[in-house]
């Protein structure tokens, strides 16, 4: 069946991480079969692992509302709970931040290149 075909493709692609080409082929996919449960939850999926977390959630919370995503709700709630934990600040604070400078007396100074070495 061309549905198989076109499925083993984007599989492939997503694999491969060329996301582009996995996500043409399952949305080619869903065209021709819109209640594949598993070419959803493949596009959901990639969707999440690009940053599209508004899709993917969306993705997700339709597919566990229909039939083609029953025999897949542990997967998406287990895709959900990973799209809730990349929205929250890590706990080891904002990447972004640079550590503040260590503190000598009374003064604040950076570590000396020796200290930081240690």
Known sequence: MAADALFVKARDAYLARDWLAAETKLRTLLDLSPIDGEAQLLLATLLRRVGRLEEATTAFEALSRSDAGAPWL?????????????????????????????????????????DRAA
Request: hydrophobic share 35%; no cysteine.
């Open 74 to 114: 542990p997967a998406i709630a287990r895709e959900l709970e990973r799209i809730t934990a990349a929205r929250q600040p890590s706990a080891a604070g904002d990447s972004n931040t640079l550590p503040l400078p260590r503190h000598h007396g009374d003064t604040a100074e950076p570590a000396s290149v020796q």
